[in-house]
């Protein structure tokens, strides 16, 4: 099924750095949803966007919808332990009533 | 309150045997889903109930069978299941099944198939 581009598949960073992934896609989405998965457990919304251009802050991550609809990114500042997981954009697109979903962007922190 | 439930946490069957996976939410959501999630994939859409009527299955096999007793309750059916099919299964919800409104999720079962 069709997926959406997301990028770094995987990063390693150390405490206290910032972080930004995106996704893109090649159609117009009329919803972004970006969660958070713990190894074992199940994904957690952090934040959800509906407007193009719209930018929401959730604590120290912050996420746009792009402008042209097509892409999204994700960025937490000032990194933590707790930080470690797995990040995965979803979204709609036109009239599917199912979540697309990216292919995650594993994120490891150094203390 | 954002909480979807799930049990069991953890579940080992054999090929031969009949199990249950059970899903709660009361937040008033009247879409609610059934995925399969492998190891560092993102989760696999099964099954789609709106306002307790099956919406959507993903040409899901046979041996899968879902169940909306109400609005708050959801439960997958298993049985003669395969190794393949061992994965973490997730329960979703949303307040309806269209793109304005958001999914959350139970914690999983894991599934262990042998």
């Known amino acids: 099924g069709q997926q959406l581009n997301q990028s770094p598949q995987s990063m390693f960073i150390q405490e206290g750095e910032d972080v930004s992934m995106n996704c893109t896609s090649s159609s117009i989405f009329n919803t972004w949803l970006w969660y958070k998965q713990d190894p074992g457990e199940g994904p957690v919304l952090l934040i959800a966007?509906?407007?193009a251009g719209e930018l929401t802050s959730n604590g120290r991550l912050t996420a746009q919808f792009g402008i042209t609809r097509k892409d999204s990114f994700l960025n937490i500042s000032a990194s933590i332990p707790s930080d470690v997981g797995i990040y995965f954009c979803?979204?709609?697109?036109?009239?599917?009533?199912?979540?697309?979903w990216g292919l995650g962007t594993s994120l490891a922190v150094n203390p | 309150d954002t909480e979807v439930t799930q049990t069991p946490k953890h579940l080992v069957m054999g090929m031969t045997n009949k199990k249950s996976l059970k899903c709660e939410q009361h937040?008033?959501?009247?879409?609610m889903y059934w995925y399969k999630q492998k190891a560092k994939k993102p989760p696999e859409l099964m099954f789609v109930?709106?306002?307790?009527?099956?919406?959507i299955n993903e040409s899901v096999p046979s041996r899968f069978s879902p169940e909306c007793p109400n609005s708050s309750l959801l439960n997958l059916h298993l049985h003669a299941l395969q190794p393949e099919d061992s994965a973490l299964y997730l329960c979703a919800s949303s307040q309806r099944d269209r793109d304005s409104y958001e999914q959350y999720f139970g914690p999983g079962t894991r599934l262990t198939v042998t």
């Open positions: 979803a979204g709609y697109a036109g009239n599917n009533r199912k979540l697309i």
């Open positions: 109930y709106s306002y307790e009527k099956l919406s």
């Open positions: 966007l509906y407007k």
């Open positions: 937040m008033g959501h009247r879409a």
